[in-house]
């Protein structure tokens, strides 16, 4: 089954402590990204990776970091979480091509931080 | 990003259709009028797409106007698993750092009724 898979799918944490959100896909899709849903503001892109070891920042990227070295994966990283970044995340995946225009999302990961 | 509006909401009776207006008045010429839908605590989900030809799948109808300022997603028999948020969103395909980049608007919330 296709699918994007995101681990974990419920986090709380403290301000300060590093987490890694991770995010894998069964597709073989090159294209990947992250974003952030928040009541009233939608759902915002953080970065984008169009394929292994290519990443680019989306529309809020502050305070986050990625990496694409494998084509399958694309985990999320908060060295110094802040409240601010209490949210519910998102990864999605995309077929890279002129062709390709169904966009698959994870299930969410409700981050919490204190 | 050329901008869609939806109504905030809107009620339907099971087995009833439904029709979802967005309208896109500002819309260019490579952009793709896409819609998902995401139903309570889960991610995104690809219904449809269209460029200018009105299109079928076994999810939706889009109905494209012909100056694709608008256009009207249709449910042909609505069921409650079709309760959920839509979202109209317009894709360019030119290329660029734009590529795979859905911006979300609020949606239209759609209730429906037994």
């Known amino acids: 089954e296709a699918q994007v898979t995101q681990n974990p799918r419920y986090l709380i944490t403290v301000t300060g402590k590093k987490l890694t959100v991770t995010c894998s896909q069964n597709?073989?899709?090159?294209?990947m990204s992250w974003y952030r849903q928040d009541p009233g503001l939608g759902l915002r892109q953080i970065y984008y990776?169009?394929?292994?070891?290519?990443?680019d920042k989306g529309d809020v990227p502050e305070g986050y970091k990625v990496s694409r070295k494998e084509k399958r994966n694309f985990p999320l990283i908060l060295e110094s979480p802040s409240p601010n970044q209490t949210s519910l995340y998102f990864c999605a995946s995309l077929k890279q091509g002129a062709g390709a225009h169904e966009q698959y999302f994870g299930p969410g990961t409700r981050l919490t931080v204190t | 990003d050329a901008k869609t509006t939806q109504p905030n909401s809107m009620e339907s009776n099971e087995e009833e259709p439904v029709h979802l207006p967005c309208n896109h008045s500002t819309i260019s010429g490579t952009d793709y009028i896409h819609w998902y839908r995401q139903l309570p605590s889960q991610g995104p989900e690809y219904v449809i797409h269209g460029l200018t030809s009105n299109v079928n799948n076994r999810m939706a109808s889009l109905a494209i106007a012909e100056d694709r300022k608008s256009s009207t997603l249709i449910l042909h028999r609505a069921t409650l698993r079709d309760a959920a948020v839509y979202y109209c969103?317009?894709?360019?395909?030119?290329?660029?750092?734009?590529?795979?980049?859905?911006?979300f608007g609020q949606g239209t919330i759609l209730t429906v009724h037994p």
């Open positions: 990776s169009m394929n292994v070891e290519v990443t």
């Open positions: 969103i317009l894709r360019d395909y030119a290329g660029g750092t734009s590529y795979g980049k859905l911006t």
């Open positions: 597709m073989n899709h090159e294209y």
